[in-house]
């Protein structure tokens, strides 16, 4: 069999497989329209995928969160009760009393934005435009120290910004423990 | 023959009038008209078992637990099911929801609920698990019962479309890899799901124990996503997205993750895997004193089925093969039991299971060695080891 006809086999295969199941079996549902998309697609990638345009600075972000996120998360993001530390913890993982938080455990800057933006504030979440997100954040990051006081953070900004637990997770390596087959 | 003497009559007024008397209990004989037909079926009064859950400063974000040591069989009642909302529960108009399928597809399709409910449907028993249940237990602060220990897990009929036939309906693009999954309450709940699974055995499902979701399990669509940690089963589904990476969201990439001793953490652990617990005698529970008593329990693995269950009453000493009761059902539910008669003295009660990878449950010492005490932001996640109930003298059986 020559190179040729290899290809075209695989080809060929490849072709009803994905024909087969790709094809519409039953013309259910109706086509989406861009504009419906675009009111309602709010995913946000770690590489800045998704982002709305827009920007927001670290002043700003104090104003909006004293207003808006302080009385829970406490006015230097030191959380309360149920409510989640935000800041510090910095250096502490690898310590025998490790502090987890958004500036010591988060890997993506853009997982701030995107939570901040579909589920906070707690009491009506989604109701933060694009520029109050990128502001509120930028204020979560200056406040652990990862922007500076004049950092303005805005859809090509934010996925650049490295959090300092990036490389701090691993895949899935279970099952974990031996395994123990006929332990009597 | 008819005892002479001694009409129908005259022996329901004798025995009312022993009821009465409060000397001896006997079953009671109904000379009232009963109740009348009712629309929707309540439980008997008498009945009280109930989902567990204390108050919090988050309503909107807590979890409430299934009363496992009550329950008979496999099926959780729809009522007891257990519950975790990030941000409550939404009230969503069957009639207005829809479910968008976008992102990297042939044909960006959107589907109302009658529409789904026209798809080929399957129904498949299959539990689910919050990855945070019996959490706890690892940090070292036993349940007390199997309620707080266990109770985030339940196991339902579900009924709906097999995920991949939507998918083929809009047609999955060669780059996609991922789906963002996206459920319509308050909070947008979102997670990243492998593609390979969501051709493998995830279900749209708008059916739960043979009628509509109840609005804390999803009301009226949810993501099923067999043997996963429930996060990830998203309720009130109303957005698909075929993506070429892993999102990143709050609750994969911080959340529901698990932190080890050597400060790095787990991530995308996904799968629940093989757990038992004894349900009956459990902590919190009496025994009337020695003398027989069935050990009944249950078992589940999100990698399959139960293939054995084994019981110690002898403070894992020795242990023997418990009986599996039907169904067996892969990412189901397994109810096992064994006869045991109680000989008055102390001891513990243990069960551990194996699935059919051949993966047995471990202790709480094995998985502790290997993945520490320091709780994640979260607490502790896909804790699966063994659970002992301990028994007294007075028939007393606690959780230490």
């Known amino acids: 069999m020559n190179r040729r006809m290899i290809a075209l086999l695989v080809l060929t295969a490849a ?44 002043k700003e972000g104090r104003r909006i969160y004293k207003v808006l996120c302080g009385s829970c998360h406490g006015d230097r993001g030191q959380g309360f009760g149920d ?37 906070m504030p707690y009491q009506r979440p989604g109701t933060l435009t694009p520029d109050e997100t990128y502001a509120v954040t930028a204020f ?19 996925s650049k910004v490295k959090m300092p637990n990036r490389d701090g997770f691993v895949p899935d390596p279970r099952p974990d423990v031996p395994t123990k087959e006929g332990k009597k | 023959m008819k005892p002479r003497g001694f009409s129908r009559r005259a022996f329901l007024t004798t025995a009312s009038a022993a009821v009465g008397a409060a000397t001896i209990t006997s079953a009671q004989i109904p000379q009232r008209l009963g109740a009348p037909r009712r629309q929707y079926g309540e439980r008997s009064s008498y009945e009280t078992s109930s989902r567990y859950f204390h108050e919090s400063i988050t309503p909107g974000t807590g979890s409430s637990r299934t009363p496992l040591q009550d329950l008979y069989g496999i099926i959780t009642p729809s009522a007891l099911h257990f519950e975790r ?83 083929a309906e809009a047609g999955v693009k060669t780059k996609a890899s991922w789906l963002v999954v996206e459920g319509a309450d308050a909070s947008r709940l979102a997670r990243s799901l492998p593609l390979t699974k969501a051709l493998d055995d995830v279900l749209v499902a708008y059916g739960q124990n043979g009628e509509a979701l109840r609005p804390e399990q999803g009301y009226p669509l949810r993501l099923l996503v067999p043997g996963w940690e429930g996060n990830i089963n998203i309720k009130w589904l109303g957005r698909i997205q075929l993506v070429d990476q892993p999102y990143m969201t709050r609750d994969e990439a911080a959340s529901y993750t698990d932190f080890m001793p050597d ?57 023997q093969d418990a009986a599996l009761n039907t169904p067996v059902l892969p990412k189901a539910m397994t109810r096992f039991s064994l006869p045991w008669r109680w000989d008055g003295g102390e001891t513990s009660l243990q069960s551990r299971c194996t699935d059919d990878t051949g993966y047995t449950q471990p202790t709480r010492a094995e998985l502790v060695a290997v993945r520490g005490l320091l709780p994640g932001p979260d607490g502790f996640n896909h804790y699966n080891g063994i659970k002992a109930w301990y028994l007294h003298r007075d028939g007393k059986v606690s959780h230490e």
């Open chain 2, 263 to 319: 400060g790095k953490a787990r991530w995308f652990t996904f799968v629940m895997e093989a757990k038992s617990v004894i349900t009956r005698p459990a902590g919190g529970q009496v025994l009337d004193g020695p003398g027989f008593y069935e050990i009944t329990g249950i078992a589940w693995s999100g990698q399959g089925s139960i293939t054995r269950v084994e019981v110690s009453t002898d403070e894992g000493k020795s242990w």
């Open chain 1, 15 to 58: 072709g009803t497989c994905l024909g087969a199941a790709q094809l519409p079996q039953h013309n259910l549902g109706r086509p989406a329209t861009a504009e419906e998309i675009r009111k309602r697609d709010i995913s946000v990638a770690p590489d800045g995928t998704g982002l709305p345009a827009g920007h927001g600075s670290v």
């Open chain 2, 85 to 167: 909302h990030h941000a409550g529960v939404p009230q969503i108009d069957p009639q207005r929801h829809e479910l968008l399928i976008h992102g990297l597809v042939e044909r960006p399709l959107v589907f109302t609920m009658k529409e789904l409910r026209r798809f080929p449907s399957v129904s498949e028993i299959r539990f689910i698990e919050c990855a945070g249940n019996t959490g706890s237990d690892h940090a070292g602060r036993p349940g007390i019962d199997p309620q707080r220990s266990h109770g985030l897990v339940s196991c339902s009929e579900w009924t709906g479309v097999p995920l991949k036939t939507l998918l």
């Open chain 1, 83 to 119: 409510y989640p530390p935000l800041v510090g913890g910095q250096g502490t993982l690898k310590s025998k009393d490790p502090v987890l938080t958004v500036g010591s455990y988060w890997p993506y800057a853009t997982t701030v934005w995107d939570y901040t933006h579909r589920a």
């Open chain 1, 140 to 158: 979560i990051l200056y406040m652990n120290g990862i922007v500076d006081e004049k950092a303005e953070l805005n859809e090509k900004s934010l």
